[in-house]
Nanobody, 127 residues
Framework: QVQVVESGGGLVQDGGSLTLSCTAS????????LAWFRQAPGKEREGVSC????????VYADSAKGRFTISRDNAKNTLYLQMNSLQPQDTAMYYC???????????WGRGHMYNYWGQGTQVTVSS
């Protein structure tokens, strides 16, 4: 049984930092492309960042470029999202997702392309 669990969310002030983690079990972690998504109340889910199976390729949404860094440790079955310079508009539930496609193709931001999801971790940025 595949389990995906996010952690690391919380309340932070405008300009602050957080690091999210996502651990996955029940799958061959290194064979999966991984991504972070987020969904704010009343808004559609959006892709934040994607990382290839080796970690050599990363893609970011415009909203995340220059502030967020995605990384993975296949030995620990763990995905990370380092978030700096957080803004109130970053407030959302953040989700980790996995799909058996090694690379961040043009479809990386389409949620329906992912097989496995975590339950989410809440990030709240106060102004």
């Amino acid at each position: 049984q595949v389990q995906v669990v996010e952690s690391g969310g919380g309340l932070v002030q405008d300009g602050g930092s957080l690091t999210l983690s996502c651990t996955a079990s029940g799958l061959t972690f290194g064979n999966y492309g991984l991504a972070w998504f987020r969904q704010a109340p009343g808004k559609e889910r959006e892709g934040v960042s994607c990382i290839s199976w080796t970690g050599h390729t990363t893609v970011y949404a415009d909203s995340a470029k220059g502030r967020f860094t995605i990384s993975r440790d296949n030995a620990k079955n763990t995905l990370y999202l380092q978030m700096n310079s957080l803004q109130p508009q970053d407030t959302a539930m953040y989700y980790c997702a996995a799909r058996p496609i090694a690379y961040c193709t043009g479809s990386w931001g389409r949620g329906h392309m992912y097989n496995y999801w975590g339950q989410g971790t809440q990030v709240t940025v106060s102004s």
